[in-house]
């Protein structure tokens, strides 16, 4: 059996919030919004859904909106995000 570590990649994430219309979001995420790839969530007990490769995925405030190094959006738990990435500038 052989053992595989994961390639370093450089992703843009957003930490969601109840963000107001004139707040400064990142552009993408605004984007997201507009194309109706990310949005309020017709779930309950979710703040938001985002449409990925797989299918729709809900996500609440705290959790991070993440897009990918092929330009795919996906949510990630907020804890488990701060334990898979660290901040580059």
């Known amino acids: 059996m052989s053992k595989y570590q994961k390639k370093p990649v450089t992703i843009?994430?957003?930490k969601s919030y109840d963000f107001k219309l004139d707040d400064n979001l990142p552009l993408w995420v605004i984007d997201?919004?507009?194309m109706r790839r990310v949005g309020n969530a017709c779930k309950k007990g979710f703040d938001y859904c985002v449409?990925?490769?797989e299918g729709k995925m809900?996500?609440?405030n705290g959790d991070y909106l993440v897009k990918g190094v092929r330009g795919e959006l996906y949510s990630c738990k907020s804890d488990?995000?701060?334990e898979t990435y660290t901040?580059?500038?």
Request: hydrophobic share 60%.
């Open 51 to 53: 449409i990925t490769l």
């Open 32 to 34: 997201a919004f507009n």
């Open 12 to 14: 843009e994430a957003w």
């Open 58 to 60: 809900y996500f609440n």
């Open 80 to 82: 488990i995000f701060e």
């Open 87 to 89: 901040m580059v500038d």
